[in-house]
């Protein structure tokens, strides 16, 4: 008599990690108008590695060490982060985790970099795109990037090291999987948000 198959899969999905990058080599304080942070935005922060010489957090290193699975978008601040919380390591670098776009409106002044990004998130947030990823076409994505997370988290632990913004972006579609946040651990850089499926 043939024996039964087991499934190997958990009896209940993972936990989902989202981590936040570490800080960039970029100076978020220089000024600037609204021409150059475009330039700012393509040629700096988003190329930009990590500030050397920072360290994963304890509680981020714990997950990718009981994770099966390590995500990173295809950034290299978002790929450092995830090497430093998981060294030797192989990672899952997908773009569908990039950051949403920050198209400055045309305002005139010159103003430092982080305080074109908030000009550029709210008028973004408001339909304003520069011909860039739109907002609409940025939450499909992180519908898309949240499912990717969701079906992953079926064969285990998951953590992806991702983006400040689109992090926020999954979040509720998580949640929609049936997921519960179990620990906040804020949007600084580094930080991480934990998630637990609720069977109940």
């Known amino acids: 008599m043939s024996q039964p198959v087991s499934d190997p899969r958990p009896v209940q999905p993972g936990r989902i990690t989202i981590a936040r990058h570490g800080q960039p080599d970029a100076n978020r304080e220089a000024r600037m108008d609204w021409r150059g942070y475009i330039d700012w935005w393509d040629n700096t922060y988003q190329p930009a590695s990590l500030v050397h010489g920072q360290e ?6 714990r997950a990718a060490q009981g994770a099966h699975i390590v ?11 995830a090497q430093a919380a998981a060294p030797e390591r192989e990672l899952t670098i997908d773009p569908v985790f990039v950051e949403a776009e920050l198209p400055p409106p045309s305002l005139p002044g010159h103003y430092m ?14 339909g304003f795109a520069r011909d860039r990823e739109t907002r609409q076409e940025a939450e499909a994505r992180a519908a898309m990037a949240a499912a990717v997370l969701v ?17 926020r972006m999954m979040r509720p579609h998580i949640k929609r999987a049936g997921y519960r946040q179990v620990h906040d651990g804020g949007d600084t850089y580094w930080s991480c948000r934990q998630y637990e499926y609720d069977a109940g």
């Not at 995500?71 to 982060?81: D, G, H, K, V």
């Open 56 to 61: 994963a957090p304890d509680r981020l290193i």
């Open 71 to 81: 995500f990173a978008s295809t950034l290299q601040r978002a790929i450092e982060t």
């Open 113 to 126: 970099a982080k305080t074109w990004g908030v000009f550029a998130r709210c008028s973004w947030w408001f």
């Open 151 to 167: 079906e992953a988290a079926q064969s285990g632990d998951v953590v992806v090291c991702a983006h400040g913004w689109f992090n």
